[in-house]
């Protein structure tokens, strides 16, 4: 489920910014919308993009890797959740 909402804010992200550079104009005619700087616009699109990168990095499991011995001699390593 973490994959799911890591793609879909960084999905989001490209939206908002593709929308503000690509449709200045018309984001002017919106009031609540047309009020604000385009920097924080992009701001926020960029911002999605950072948290949906974080929680993706976060999300991979490392498997830690533990030696197995015949005597003293390392024969091979096991995988351990």
């Known amino acids: ?13 490209l939206v908002v910014i593709a929308i503000q550079v690509f449709l200045k104009n018309q984001l002017s005619n919106i009031p ?10 992009l701001g926020v699109g960029l911002l999605l993009i950072v948290i ?5 990095k976060n ?12 005597g003293k001699k390392i ?3 096991r995988r351990q959740k």
């Open 59 to 70: 999300d991979t499991k490392q498997l830690k890797e533990v030696p197995i011995y015949e």
């Open 52 to 56: 949906g990168a974080f929680l993706g």
């Open 32 to 41: 609540v919308i047309g009020k604000l700087s385009p920097l924080y616009i």
């Open 75 to 77: 024969v091979g390593y």
């Open 1 to 13: 489920m973490s994959k799911t909402i890591t793609y879909i804010l960084l999905a989001a992200g």
